[in-house]
């Protein structure tokens, strides 16, 4: 079993109206996944917040900081992901 398996969401999980199919890849500040938009009926590619080193998985769906200590770094790289996301949300080509 890969390493990260222990990590990303199982294939089937439900986000919602996103189904989980595959791990697409996996970097050092999270996990991308092949999921089906279920109202559109078309592939999209989720990626998720979750650098192994200082987030863990609670409750099998909710990335947190492993501690206090590592709480200010997990939010600084919270609001960079989300600056990354809105920037490819501009975006609109079948390919991305």
Do not use: C
Not at 74 to 92: D, P
């Amino acid at each position: 079993m890969p390493e990260y398996a222990k990590y990303a969401l199982p294939v089937g999980t439900k986000l919602r109206e996103y189904l989980i199919e595959n791990v697409l890849g996996v970097g050092g500040f999270g996990i991308t996944y092949l999921a089906e938009d279920t109202h559109l009926k078309r592939k999209v590619a989720i990626k998720e917040y979750f650098p192994i080193e200082i987030a863990w998985r609670e409750d099998n769906t909710i990335v947190i900081p492993k501690s206090e200590d590592f709480r200010e770094s997990y939010s600084v790289g919270v609001e960079r992901f989300l600056r990354e996301a809105r920037s490819l949300a501009q975006f609109v080509h079948p390919n991305i």
